[in-house]
Nanobody
Framework: QVQLVESGGGLVQAGGSLRLSCAAS????????MGWYRQAPGKQRELVAV???????KYADSVKGRFTISRDNAKNTVSLQMNSLKPEDTAVYYC???????????????WGQGTQVTVSS
């Protein structure tokens, strides 16, 4: 079993910054990518940022230039630095990973429980 635990969420004023962190643990065989999704009330979950093996990154258009993803493959951690936050960034942010655990013969997606980010006007 692979577990993901997020931290760093909270309440911040518009224009402020937050840094989210996530650590994967458990019976990990391999992880190929780690990233962040978010879901606002009444909306679908959307990709925020992801980093694949080799350092390849992808960002949602709405966060380009404001958010930066970083990943430590050796530690199985991923972080999201969020600057110039806007009220529309308010959502539950979920850490995700794609990989394999020791007893699974195929890749799967793993999810954290989520951390609330609230940006006030």
């Amino acid at each position: 079993q692979v577990q993901l635990v997020e931290s760093g969420g909270g309440l911040v004023q518009a224009g402020g910054s937050l840094r989210l962190s996530c650590a994967a643990s458990g019976s990990i065989f391999s992880i190929n990518a780690m990233g962040w999704y978010r879901q606002a009330p009444g909306k679908q979950r959307e990709l925020v940022a992801v980093m694949r093996d080799g350092g390849i990154t992808k960002y949602a258009d709405s966060v380009k230039g404001r958010f930066t993803i970083s990943r430590d493959n050796a530690k199985n951690t991923v972080s999201l630095q969020m600057n110039s936050l806007k009220p529309e960034d308010t959502a539950v942010y979920y850490c995700s990973a794609r990989g394999r655990d020791l007893l699974t013969p195929y890749e799967d997606d793993y999810w954290g429980q989520g951390t609330q980010v609230t940006v006030s006007s």
